[in-house]
């Protein structure tokens, strides 16, 4: 159980509380900014995979349990070696981290993965049959998440749940939303997400009517040593970005 002194302000848990949503307002860009474009009036953001390499945006609070959803539109062309995603994490880069995953897979954009960590283990993936290409236009993609259950939805359809189970870990961590796109053929020697070909870019991935939840954000004082070392992390920019070209 996590300890109650890291959440001083831990929201209420029923399921009407934390399923309320609201659009995103506001995001920081970790990498690449000039590769991410935000407009929080048409509340979109396109990422850009090209020569300088990928981007990464995130929102700029935690959330504890909640409903996140976006409309994506993946990459067209010949996407190998290519990770495109949206998903949960409590500390990008630590290696203790909880998260919930969506990911797409460059070199197959008929399926998804789905897969969640607990204290920085997974190994929990699932491949699922996605019935159309990833990147023929716009579907949404849902992440609900509780204190004991996990949804991942896909244009309305449920595809995978996890319950709580006594005695293994679950997520309890706040999370921000993060989205990325980025080249993955080095894991696993291409077996992954394919070799990078590269021959259709720059690469486009579009994310637009993105929502998270109302009232569960946390403060960024949570989590003490943990928000420390991220902010002293010199490799990781972080850039609050209030929107700018407002177009795809």
């Not at 850009?48 to 539109?73: C, E, M, N, P, Q």
């Not at 008929?110 to 019935?131: D, S």
Request: aromatic share 14%; net charge negative.
């Amino acid at each position: 159980m996590a300890d109650p002194a890291l959440h001083p302000e831990t929201p209420p848990l029923d399921n009407h509380h934390h399923h309320r949503t609201q659009p995103l307002k506001r995001i920081a860009i970790d990498y690449t900014p000039e590769a991410c474009t935000h407009c929080a009036e048409s509340n979109s953001i396109t990422l850009v995979y090209d020569h300088r390499g990928g981007a990464r945006w995130r929102t700029t609070t935690r959330f504890l349990y909640g409903t996140f959803s976006s409309l994506i539109k993946c990459p067209t062309g010949n996407t190998s070696g290519l990770n495109f995603n949206i998903y949960l994490s409590s500390l990008e880069g630590d290696k203790y981290q909880d998260e919930i995953d969506f990911e797409f897979i460059g070199k197959d954009k008929t399926i998804v993965q789905t897969n969640y960590y607990t204290t920085g283990t997974g190994n929990r993936e699932q491949i699922h049959h996605l019935g159309f290409d990833c990147s023929d236009g716009f579907h949404e993609y849902v992440i609900k998440w509780g204190p004991n259950l996990i949804e991942w939805l896909v244009d309305g359809k449920l595809v995978r749940k996890e319950d709580r189970k006594e005695g293994e870990g679950f997520p309890e961590k706040p999370m921000y939303l993060y989205a990325s796109v980025w080249d993955a053929s080095y894991i696993d020697e291409g077996r992954w997400t394919g070799p990078y070909v590269g021959c259709d870019a720059p690469y486009v991935c579009l994310y637009k009517d993105i929502h998270v939840p109302a009232g569960t954000a946390i403060g960024v004082a949570y989590g003490g040593r943990l928000w420390l070392r991220y902010v002293v992390a010199k490799w990781m920019l972080d850039w609050l970005n209030p929107g700018r070209g407002c177009e795809f």
